[in-house]
């Protein structure tokens, strides 16, 4: 059986209201799952918020001390900003910051020790995969990803695979494990796209692990996304043998979501997973980017869905349609939304054609290997 690890923390307005992530996406997915009869007190476990010398195990004991004070205070002083990064357009201030991201990151240690326990934990609020050990990066003031790899290398696993399928290159847990051979990183994400890092010489693997980077030009559909998986996350998976997995499920790599360009639909991403979830005894699932709501609150219901093995209705009940009707977004036309997005949980796969330096890509990394 699988766990979801949330918080009420999330019911709380955040990052303001010209932000990307001010739509109330982590809520929404907990209001429809229980809507679908999909969660109750059996399978929901409440996040515990992490301490501050939990907190200052990755990142810097300043940088933890000046986010608690700045959140306290309300504001932020100039130089504090530069030095730290929060404060800003990309990384705002708001009210209960500190305790959010304190939280999400205990949210990612319990599901770390509910995973060791046999346990599938999906943790959704997680996946604040930017964040960087003395600054604020991304929309991410904390790396929850690095403390779910913490807890199960403090359980003596030495082979922990993470996979990152973010639009975006898992830049902040990569950095946080270059030098540590018990932990492979593995990003699949947007070429030219910021942050900019993860491209194809960003590479340092070998048969022991290392860090794997693979960036895919515009437009990625299904057909090569399932390429890859078969042709270089399984293999590294059947090299590596890990003996946990966590994994990075961000859904702004879906189709049409505003901040990338990739095209994939969320039930590929559901196959990766379940893919899996096949490969290890103990498997940590977080969230991650995802700026169009509605494709993002289908894609982790129906992944909440999948772990468990929950029969999708065909249409979704009219509370759930409601509720996804009252959205909106300043990101998303009104004439680009989809009449299923507020009606089905799946999306139309979208097959093609495999490009020609989709495979190249591949297969220089396969040789690496």
């Given at each position: 059986m699988a766990v979801y690890i949330g918080s009420e923390i999330y019911q709380r307005s955040a990052f303001g209201h010209n932000h990307p992530l001010s739509s109330a996406r982590q809520e929404t997915v907990l209001d429809i799952c229980r809507i679908l009869g999909w969660l109750d007190d059996s399978n929901f476990i409440i996040s515990p918020k992490a301490s501050t010398t939990t907190l200052t195990r990755f990142h810097d004991q300043n940088y933890v001390d000046a986010l608690k004070a700045a959140d306290a205070l309300g504001s932020v002083n100039i130089d504090v900003r530069k030095q730290y990064n929060f404060g800003t357009m990309e990384n705002p201030l708001f009210k209960g910051v500190f305790d959010r991201a304190a939280t999400t990151v205990g949210g990612s240690i319990e599901a770390a020790k509910r995973a060791l326990c046999g346990k599938t934990a999906f943790h959704p609020s997680g996946g604040t995969h930017h964040g960087m050990r003395n600054r604020a990066?991304?929309?991410?003031?904390?790396?929850?990803?690095?403390?779910?790899?913490?807890?199960?290398?403090?359980?003596?696993?030495?082979?922990?695979?993470?996979?990152?399928?973010?639009?975006?290159?898992?830049?902040?847990?990569?950095?946080?494990?270059?030098?540590?051979?018990?932990?492979?990183?593995?990003?699949?994400?947007?070429?030219?796209?910021?942050?900019?890092?993860?491209?194809?010489?960003?590479?340092?693997?070998?048969?022991?692990?290392?860090?794997?980077?693979?960036?895919?030009?515009?437009?990625?559909?299904?057909?090569?996304?399932?390429?890859?998986?078969?042709?270089?996350?399984?293999?590294?998976?059947?090299?590596?043998?890990?003996?946990?997995?966590?994994?990075?499920?961000?859904?702004?790599?879906?189709?049409?979501?505003?901040?990338?360009?990739?095209?994939?639909?969320?039930?590929?991403?559901?196959?990766?997973?379940?893919?899996?979830?096949?490969?290890?005894?103990?498997?940590?699932?977080?969230?991650?980017?995802?700026?169009?709501?509605?494709?993002t609150i289908r894609a982790w219901v129906g992944l909440w869905g999948q772990l468990n093995s929950y029969e999708f209705p065909e249409i979704l009940p009219d509370k759930a349609q409601a509720i996804l009707a009252r959205f909106d977004s300043d990101l998303i036309d009104e004439e680009d939304r989809l009449p299923e997005w507020i009606t089905r949980l799946e999306d139309a796969k979208t097959l093609g054609y495999i490009r020609d330096e989709i495979k190249r890509r591949v297969d220089l990394l396969f040789a690496l290997r």
């Open positions: 990066h991304g929309f991410c003031y904390f790396n929850d990803p690095v403390y779910a790899i913490f807890t199960l290398l403090d359980a003596g696993l030495e082979r922990v695979f993470y996979v990152d399928i973010d639009a975006h290159h898992g830049d902040g847990v990569e950095a946080a494990f270059l030098n540590d051979d018990r932990v492979t990183t593995l990003s699949v994400h947007e070429e030219n796209r910021w942050p900019y890092s993860g491209k194809m010489e960003d590479n340092s693997h070998d048969k022991n692990g290392g860090r794997i980077n693979l960036p895919v030009p515009q437009g990625l559909n299904d057909s090569e996304f399932l390429y890859i998986f078969n042709n270089l996350i399984t293999p590294t998976c059947e090299t590596i043998k890990p003996q946990a997995i966590v994994i990075t499920c961000g859904a702004d790599a879906i189709e049409a979501d505003p901040l990338s360009k990739m095209s994939l639909s969320n039930q590929v991403l559901w196959q990766t997973v379940m893919a899996l979830k096949a490969e290890t005894e103990h498997l940590v699932v977080l969230g991650g980017g995802g700026y169009n709501p509605w494709t």
